[in-house]
T-cell receptor, first 115, second 115 residues
C-alpha cells in the first residue's frame, strides 16, 4: 500500500535558521505530493504541492521538489520565522482501487522556532 | 472564501452516548473525508465518501459510521462512544478524480472528549 515517512520532531530552530524536513514515500503509479501545515488550534491547510517528477512546489518561502528517483519530497526554507512554528504534514494522493484519489499522510513534524 | 465547517469545536460526552459530528462544505466538492488525529499517529482516515449516499471504509472504521444524504454535508456517528474515541476529529473535502488540484480542504476540527 501507499505510505509516507517523515522525520520525527520536534524540530527546534532559532529565527533565521535554515529548515529541512525530510519526507519519503512509497506508492504505486505516479502520486501527487503535498505539504500541509497545521497552526495551533486550527485544521490543516495546503502549503505547497507537486504533481509530477522534478516539479518544484513553493509558497511563503517554503520549497519542495518531487524527486522520483529517491521517492522524496523534502521541505526546505532558507530563513524561518517564529510565525512558522506549526506542525507540517507530508502527504500523497494516489488512485485507489475504487477509482477515487485517496490521500495518505505522514505522522507530522512539529517545528518550534525561537526568537 | 471557500469553507469547511464543523458543528462543534469542543464536545464532551459520556461513555455509551450516541455522538454526531457534522461537517458542511460550500465548494460543491464530491469527495468528503473524516479523520482522527492523535499525537504521534498523525491523521488516520476513518471513512470517506465520493458521492451522495456513497461511503467507503478508511483505515480505522471500527466503532464509527457515516451518513451523506446531501452533497454538502457529511456526518460522522459514534454509535456508542468509548473513552478510546477521545480525539481530534477533522473533516475534509476535495474534488473528485482531479489529481492536479486534488488538495484537501480541512475544517477546524472537533476535539471530542469521552468521559
Amino acid at each position: 500500500g501507499n505510505s509516507v515517512t517523515q522525520m520525527e520532531g520536534p524540530v527546534t530552530l532559532s529565527e533565521e535558521a535554515f529548515l529541512t524536513i525530510n519526507c519519503t514515500y512509497t506508492a504505486t503509479g505516479y502520486p501527487s505530493l503535498f505539504w500541509y501545515v497545521q497552526y495551533p488550534g486550527e485544521g490543516l491547510q495546503l502549503l505547497l504541492k507537486a504533481t509530477k517528477a522534478d516539479d518544484k512546489g513553493s509558497n511563503k518561502g517554503f520549497e519542495a521538489t518531487y524527486r522520483k528517483e529517491t521517492t522524496s519530497f523534502h521541505l526546505e526554507k532558507g530563513s524561518v520565522q517564529v510565525s512558522d512554528s506549526a506542525v507540517y504534514f507530508c502527504a500523497l494522493s494516489a488512485l485507489s482501487s475504487g477509482g477515487s484519489y485517496i490521500p495518505t499522510f505522514g505522522r507530522g513534524t512539529s517545528l518550534i522556532v525561537h526568537p | 472564501d471557500v469553507k469547511v465547517t464543523q458543528s462543534s469545536r469542543y464536545l464532551v460526552k459520556r461513555t455509551g452516548e450516541k455522538v454526531f459530528l457534522e461537517c458542511v462544505q460550500d465548494m460543491d466538492h464530491e469527495n468528503m473525508f473524516w479523520y482522527r488525529q492523535d499525537p504521534g499517529l498523525g491523521l488516520r482516515l476513518i471513512y470517506f465518501s465520493y458521492d451522495v449516499k456513497m461511503k467507503e471504509k478508511g483505515d480505522i472504521p471500527e466503532g464509527y459510521s457515516v451518513s451523506r444524504e446531501k452533497k454538502e454535508r457529511f456526518s460522522l456517528i459514534l454509535e456508542s462512544a468509548s473513552t478510546n474515541q477521545t480525539s481530534m476529529y477533522l473533516c475534509a473535502s476535495s474534488i473528485y478524480r482531479d489529481p492536479e488540484t486534488n488538495e484537501q480542504f480541512f475544517g477546524p476540527g472537533t476535539r471530542l472528549t469521552v468521559l
